[in-house]
């Protein structure tokens, strides 16, 4: 396929820095925020703002550009995986995450931006 390496995390590069900060944007920074406006009202509307962004923002944009680089990586890392050092094992892992989120969780927003109204 042209690729020197079938280590995902070097096939996918920044791009899974960037899913990986959106994950860590998403599962721990909103809920932090979101608890803390329970009692600082002034954080409402930064939280709102903050998941409008997340969920149609870039989600969509990682979605559109990356689609294609995550199913390789996940591919390529599960089908030809090499387990012979701890780097190697970490890349299986991130192909797993790669078809993951090119397989469910890609689609599953795709189907949750269509719906609204």
Not at 10 to 23: C, E, N, R
Not at 52 to 76: D, K, P
């Amino acid at each position: 396929m042209g690729y020197d390496t079938h280590n995902s995390v070097q096939i996918l590069g920044s791009l899974w820095v960037f899913s990986a900060l959106f994950y860590l944007r998403l599962l721990i920074l909103w809920p932090l925020i979101k608890m803390v406006s329970l009692y600082v009202k002034k954080l409402v509307p930064y939280s709102n703002k903050l998941l409008q962004e997340l969920l149609f923002g870039e989600i969509i944009l990682i979605s559109l550009e990356a689609y294609f680089e995550f199913l390789i990586g996940g591919y390529m890392n599960t089908y030809f995986s090499l387990n012979v050092m701890s780097g190697e094992r970490i890349g299986t892992y991130t192909g797993y995450y790669s078809l993951i989120i090119a397989c469910l969780v890609m689609p599953a927003f795709m189907i949750y931006v269509l719906c609204q109204p």
